[in-house]
């Protein structure tokens, strides 16, 4: 670790993989419970476990970024960060607040949820994702501006490399479309309309910036290659990621009452939307392979592999299977989209902060890599955890197929909850390949408690 | 952003022998070739769109202004030449000269956009939307996406009038006004197929 | 910086001028066949021969790609074979239907 205040990325990470392993647990009782219904009934029902499973994914995510934030802009700067305090403060602030909203989903009617937070005079509750009560929406808006404003200052009283700028681009981006949780019109339409500048111009657009900048970062850390070569490739991907991912926002805009227009706009720029994740792809590969040295953190560098990959196949292609109108039409909303979802978040987003993690923990820990034995473990709980998700994927497209031919394509279409029957099979196996997930997940914890020697560097 | 792109490609920067080289920048011909992609899907989707109402696209084009369009062909043509001129005079160490190539094609592609603003209020004037037909639903996203070109391709080029104004280039450094020049040409390339396709063929 | 190639890259300003004088004749041909609406497969062959001619001096000569590594030229030359084709393709399915 070059400067002490990098450390108050540890906490960070150590709430982000708690919370990983609560989403983890939900997703298992969710999994269970569309194949068993009334299990967990009436305690957690579904819609509520689903909005835990979902908000604690996305809190994770955001204790990933910041700790990342936290770790690399000062580095990046070469100074150190503006305010330790502050971030120990804003940890702390942030955990209260996702643990209360949380417990708060669980053990408070929802109803009760939003009249007790003030939902009465500011409406912004029940929407897909953004189900947190104003309070807490407030509370993350404050805890992103003080995170911001801390990195900021950093990073203006240090070195201006095109990493740290791409990353706070990307994270003031995040902060700034937040703000449409707040606007809520009532017309349904408009009401999607904005949702989607949330939700979308997220994970398709500003959070695109923030994965290039960890991946560029991590790789010139294990590969030495050239900053400038990785700076170069970063301006690239960052320019496709948002000309194809801003226009692309049309790709949601099918069928839901927006004009026609969208149909053509949305399909043609969200076609190109692999085209940044194939070259995040290459970057990878293509550093990896020219590297002037042996990093000793070998985990480190087949998270980073493994994030180019399967954020190409989780968000570029199996985004680009339903995301032409014409055939968006008949997939809108199915299972498909499901599929699509888990491998996009968990190749993209969970597996870049994963990387980023397993790059930094061990230096904030005071040594190079971990060891050799903890490094086997790490991997292998990346393969486990792939491959589970891998399986996820095809199960739920085969389900979405499925459910999608009978209940949207056939002569005699079927009813919602009859095709949930027919495609349960599909369901069972999604399940027990979330099961591999959890056991991956829990080797990945165990690796971090694996001691022995660490490995020598080698220089290539 | 100095460095010539062949330095990307290690293999390439040992070889001694006179290599055939790529003028300006790898990455901007990474971003010029996805442009090119975006674009071509759109004209093709136009084509495929037009194919399935022949008549209906017909009439709508026959509102278009092909004066306005071809005066606009010949604009970008000048303004391309004129950079071409620019990219020469560097080459052969005269950066004062090329900036005054520069001044020209950035006159040209001046040229474009008031023709472009006058066609544009005259259109919406008349109640075309991007709602209005299919048509013209083309007709505005594929001009106005590629005027939003010509805008960026302007203010690349303005760039350039500034580097060659500060002689920051030179024949050992071509990379900067090789990489703005592509972007510039691929501009006119666009349209080249975009003018035909939309406001000529029948 | 420059690779040791004796031959110019961006070609002669004469060899320019000449470029542009076809690439605004071709031009003109292409706004006659808009002012006298014509129409039909020939014409139309006639003006996206003209405008394939075109873009190829653009990105030939123009672009300097003359000399590019063939990669490059394929790329993008085919990129206008292909969008010209596809084109021809859509309109000769219009003709049909």
């Known amino acids: 670790m070059k400067y002490k205040s990098q450390a108050v990325a540890m906490p960070y990470f150590i709430a982000a993989i708690g919370l990983f392993v609560g989403q983890i647990l939900f997703g298992l009782v969710l999994g269970l419970q569309y194949v068993v219904g009334d299990f967990l009934f009436p305690s957690i029902p579904f819609n509520i476990a689903r909005m835990v499973h979902t908000n604690l994914l996305i809190v994770w995510l955001l204790f990933g970024f910041m700790g990342s934030a936290y770790y690399l802009v000062p580095e990046e700067a070469e100074t150190e960060l503006y305010s330790p305090k502050l971030a120990l403060g804003l940890f702390w602030i942030f955990l209260a607040a996702g643990a209360l909203t949380i417990l708060g989903y669980l053990f408070v009617d929802y109803n009760t949820l939003a009249s007790a937070t003030g939902n009465d005079i500011l409406a912004t509750m029940g929407r897909e994702f953004l189900e947190q009560p104003l309070l807490t929406k407030i509370g993350i808006v404050v805890v992103a501006l003080a995170f911001l404003f801390n990195i900021s200052m950093t990073m203006l009283k240090g070195r201006k490399t095109v990493i740290n700028i791409v990353l706070l681009l990307g994270l003031w981006g995040l902060a700034v479309f937040f703000l449409f949780s707040f606007y809520n019109p009532t017309n349904l339409v408009m009401d999607k309309f904005y949702w989607w500048w949330v939700v979308h111009l997220w994970v398709e657009g500003v959070w695109e910036l923030i994965m290039a900048a960890l991946l560029a970062f991590v790789l010139i850390k294990v590969t030495g290659v050239d900053r400038e070569v990785i700076e170069k490739w970063l301006y690239v991907i960052i320019t496709l990621a948002l000309v194809t991912g801003i226009i692309g926002t049309g790709h949601h805009y099918f069928w839901i009452g927006t004009p026609a227009y969208w149909q053509w706009w949305g399909s043609i720029f969200s076609a190109l939307e692999p085209i940044p994740f194939f070259a995040m792809t290459v970057f990878a590969f293509n550093m990896v392979n020219r590297r002037r040295r042996e990093h000793p953190n070998r985990a480190a560098v087949l998270w980073a592999l493994g994030t180019g990959v399967m954020a190409f196949l989780g968000a570029g292609v199996w985004g680009f299977l339903h995301t032409l109108a014409p055939v968006n039409y008949y997939t809108h909303g199915s299972q498909i989209t499901a599929a699509h979802g888990h491998m996009a978040f968990y190749g993209a987003y969970v597996m870049v902060v994963i990387t980023i993690m397993s790059y930094a923990m061990p230096i904030l820990r005071g040594r190079q890599a971990n060891s050799n034995k903890a490094q086997v473990i790490e991997m292998w709980s990346f393969w486990i955890m792939t491959i589970s998700m891998v399986f996820i994927t095809l199960f739920l497209t085969g389900a979405g197929i499925l459910q999608v031919w009978l209940q949207r394509v056939s002569e005699d279409p079927m009813p919602f909850m009859m095709v949930q029957d027919q495609i349960a099979l599909f369901y069972w196996m999604r399940l027990w390949s979330g099961v591999g997930f959890a056991v991956g997940l829990v080797l990945y914890v165990v690796s971090f408690f694996i001691k022995g020697k660490e490995p020598e560097a080698v220089a290539a | 952003m100095n460095t010539p792109a062949y330095t990307l490609d290690a293999r390439a920067a040992d070889a001694t022998a006179p290599t055939p080289h790529l003028p300006g920048d790898l990455a901007i011909w990474i971003f010029i070739l996805a442009e090119l992609l975006a674009f071509g899907v759109f004209l093709v989707a136009y084509a495929f769109a037009r194919s399935g109402d022949v008549a209906g696209f017909d009439a709508r084009q026959l509102g278009l202004d092909r004066d306005a369009g071809a005066i606009n062909t010949v604009l970008l043509l000048t303004s391309s030449f004129f950079v071409v001129r620019a990219t020469q005079a560097v080459a052969a160490g005269a950066c004062a000269r090329a900036s005054g190539w520069l001044v020209g094609a950035i006159g040209c592609g001046l040229g474009f956009v008031v023709i472009k603003v006058f066609e544009y209020a005259e259109k919406f004037g008349a109640g075309v939307t991007l709602s209005s037909s299919t048509f013209d639903m083309f007709y505005l996203s594929l001009t106005f996406f590629h005027f939003m070109h010509v805008l960026l391709g302007l203010v690349i080029l303005a760039a350039l009038w500034l580097g060659t104004r500060q002689r920051r280039y030179g024949p050992d450094n071509m990379n900067g006004i090789e990489s703005g020049a592509a972007y510039w040409h691929m501009v006119d390339l666009v349209w080249l197929i975009l003018f035909p396709l939309v406001y000529v063929m029948r | ?97």
Do not use: Q
Request: proline share 7%.
């Open chain 3, 1 to 97: 910086m420059m690779p040791p190639d004796p031959r110019p890259i961006h070609a002669t300003p004469a060899r320019a001028l000449g470029v542009w004088t076809f690439l605004i004749a071709a031009t003109l041909v292409t706004w006659l066949v808009g002012e006298r609406g014509a129409h039909g497969p020939a014409v139309v062959a006639l003006m996206f021969g003209l405008a394939y001619i075109k873009g190829s001096l653009i990105i030939l000569e123009f672009m300097a790609l003359r000399r590019a590594p063939l990669m490059w030229r394929m790329l993008t030359l085919g990129w206008l074979t292909s969008v010209c084709a596809a084109i021809a393709i859509a309109y000769w399915k219009g003709m049909n239907s």
